[in-house]
């Protein structure tokens, strides 16, 4: 079953029992925006953990508050992250992410394949 849904920030659907997240081209997420993205990540999910895909390649910035909450309270119903980080850019910010010491498994891929073998073991 394939559930989607986008918002002005990013697309997600469920593909194969996990979660595919991309970030819309040069947005910047500040901290209601990051609780929005959560919300209607949690509306796919029903209720039920899955481990997700992050693309990052769109996302020009995200403020602190945002990444202590997406790593924090907003990994409720997530079992792993697995980050595909194209650019210097999103590699700096993968790294800023996990500063904040994620609650749950959290990788950095170069390729969408590599981040997909990865969470297999959470599916």
Known sequence: MERYTENNYASFWLQNGI???????QVSIKYPMAIKIVADRLKIQQGVSYPVLCNI??????????RRFLSNEGSSLITAVAFVSHTPLSSILTKL?????????????????????YLSQYV
Do not use: C, M
């Open 97 to 117: 992410y996990t500063r904040n010491k994620p609650i749950i498994p959290t990788e950095v891929f170069q390729t969408e394949q590599e981040a997909l073998e």
């Open 57 to 66: 390649k769109g996302l020009k910035e995200i403020d602190k508050d945002s």
């Open 19 to 25: 979660i595919h997240f991309v970030y819309k081209n």
